[in-house]
């Protein structure tokens, strides 16, 4: 679990958000961690920076990374945007699969830009290898 939170954070601060994640399960339960032998963090709460957007260099971006997208990429990208703004109450999932190569680490980029204009905040995630790497932030 700390692994995952080293991708955005030192090695201590790491340690001290894996202890607030496991910590808070617990608490919904009225218990704490020192309770079963689990270190409680000794550290001050991690807290995630609000993301100040750019709505126009977003547009922009998200356009020209649009306006680039092959058929197939253009395809997912419009199913993907229409059910964004069919607004539905039950959410959406898409997976997108394929070799390597065939630019869906660029449709996850193009989406995010536009998703990031409309003031919807999107986490991409990819399981591990360069296209994590290549995730924004």
């Not at 030192?10 to 894996?18: K, L, P």
């Not at 680039?68 to 959406?92: C, F, P, V, W, Y």
Request: hydrophobic content about 35%.
């Amino acid at each position: 679990m700390a692994e995952d939170f080293m991708q955005h954070a030192d090695s201590e601060a790491a340690e001290a958000m894996t202890l607030y994640a496991i910590e808070e399960k617990p608490e919904e339960q009225g218990r704490r961690c020192s309770d079963f032998g689990i270190p409680s963090p000794t550290t001050a709460p991690y807290t995630f920076e609000s993301k100040i957007i750019n709505k126009e260099k977003e547009l922009r971006i998200g356009q020209e990374m649009y306006s680039m997208l092959n058929k197939d990429q253009r395809s997912a990208a419009d199913k993907i945007l229409a059910a964004h703004h069919e607004q539905s109450t039950t959410g959406s999932c898409f997976f997108i699969d394929g070799p390597g190569g065939t630019g869906k680490t660029y449709l996850y980029n193009t989406l995010y830009h536009l998703f990031m204009r409309q003031g919807v905040h999107d986490m991409p995630v990819a399981w591990t290898g360069i296209a994590a790497s290549l995730m924004p932030e």
